[in-house]
T-cell receptor
Framework: GDSVTQTEGLVTVTEGLPVKLNCTYQTTYLTIAFFWYVQYLNEAPQVLLKSSTDNKRTEHQGFHATLHKSSSSFHLQKSSAQLSDSALYYCALAATGGNNKLTFGQGTVLSVIP | DAGVTQTPRHEVAEKGQTIILKCEPVSGHNDLFWYRQTKIQGLELLSYFRSKSLMEDGGAFKDRFKAEMLNSSFSTLKIQPTEPKDSAVYLC??????????????FGPGTRLTVL
């Protein structure tokens, strides 16, 4: 089956510095879509970014990610982290095959400190 | 447009009780999902419905967890009997179900369950 790996459980970064959250995946399907979800404390997960185009940069709210099928990755990056970015981030994969489920990674907590 | 709604927002149950959580998906969405969220396990899929038909019933959760979709706009998750290890946030989500490129799931605010 499909799998998504987020290697870091917790990433701590100082405000104003760049941040990168890693996401790699395994799937046997060709047509795929990727999502980054963000969940703020006591709120529901919500989509931050989504992409289905190889090697195309997607941006939203200062974050960006590029789907690289050659390396099976969809890392999330931001050039300057803000205190308000502190949250739980999930990477998720949707693959065709008669099933529209999302396969989620384990999640990464981003803590931005002053 | 109304998003996904879930009730109650908080539930406290004694061990052995039966509890029912409710979810209303986004109008027009064909797919509905129930998840359990914990700090240790992250998001775990409990059930998946497509057009009211049960597509997947999380294996590890089959014995005490039962989700139903009585109509296209309402679903319930019953936990019977509850155990302390069931304490978690239960999230409901829906999506259009039109394919992988439309698989974005919209989540409800969740129900925080505490079992004493």
């Amino acid at each position: 089956g499909d799998s998504v790996t987020q290697t870091e459980g917790l990433v701590t970064v100082t405000e104003g510095l760049p941040v990168k959250l890693n996401c790699t995946y395994q799937t046997t399907y060709l047509t795929i879509a990727f999502f980054w979800y963000v969940q703020y404390l006591n709120e529901a997960p919500q989509v931050l970014l989504k992409s289905s185009t190889d090697n195309k940069r997607t941006e939203h709210q200062g974050f960006h990610a590029t789907l690289h099928k050659s390396s099976s990755s969809f890392h999330l990056q931001k050039s300057s982290a803000q205190l308000s970015d502190s949250a739980l981030y999930y990477c998720a994969l949707a693959a065709t095959g008669g099933n529209n489920k999302l396969t989620f990674g384990q999640g990464t907590v981003l803590s931005v400190i002053p | 447009d109304a998003g996904v709604t879930q009730t109650p927002r908080h539930e406290v149950a004694e061990k052995g009780q039966t509890i029912i959580l409710k979810c209303e998906p986004v109008s027009g969405h064909n797919d509905l999902f129930w998840y359990r969220q914990t700090k240790i396990q992250g998001l775990e899929l409990l059930s998946y419905f497509r057009s009211k038909s049960l597509m997947e019933d999380g294996g590890a959760f089959k014995d005490r967890f039962k989700a139903e979709m009585l109509n296209s706009s309402f679903s319930t998750l019953k936990i019977q009997p509850t155990e302390p290890k069931d304490s978690a946030v239960y999230l409901c989500a829906s999506s259009s179900g039109l394919g992988a490129n439309y698989a974005e799931q919209f989540f409800g605010p969740g129900t925080r369950l505490t079992v004493l």
